[in-house]
Nanobody
Framework: QVQLVESGGGLVPAGGSLRLSCAASGRAFGNYNIGWFRQAPGKERVFVGYLRWISGITYHADSVKGRFTISRDNAKNTVYLQMNSLKPEDTAVYYC???????????????WGQGTQVTVSS
């Protein structure tokens, strides 16, 4: 069982930056993928990116590539989502998740954090 706790959301002007954190407790990430998803009001949850914990390999969705970066701190068992050059359309609740399935799909993740709100003002 993995418990995930997210932090770092908030209100930021367009062009600004935020760093989200996803800390695991209960067990280490091990061979899980750690994914980031977001859900805007009235829209479906969409894939942002993932990190394969065992290798450190990352993959980012085209919509955020070049602006968002996923990284990790092994000692803290924590994954980060660094978000730069934020746009109003990035406004959403951001979720981290852990699991061993297809890492670009929600169904590939068994454990989810509670979500953190990111609001980008124009």
């Amino acid at each position: 069982q993995v418990q995930l706790v997210e932090s770092g959301g908030g209100l930021v002007p367009a062009g600004g930056s935020l760093r989200l954190s996803c800390a695991a407790s209960g067990r280490a990430f091990g061979n899980y993928n750690i994914g980031w998803f977001r859900q805007a009001p009235g829209k479906e949850r969409v894939f942002v990116g993932y990190l394969r914990w065992i290798s450190g390999i990352t993959y980012h969705a085209d919509s955020v590539k070049g602006r968002f970066t996923i990284s990790r701190d092994n000692a803290k068992n924590t994954v980060y989502l660094q978000m730069n050059s934020l746009k109003p359309e990035d406004t959403a609740v951001y979720y981290c998740a852990a699991g061993g399935g297809i890492p670009t799909m929600s169904e590939g993740f068994a454990y989810w954090g509670q979500g953190t709100q990111v609001t980008v003002s124009s």
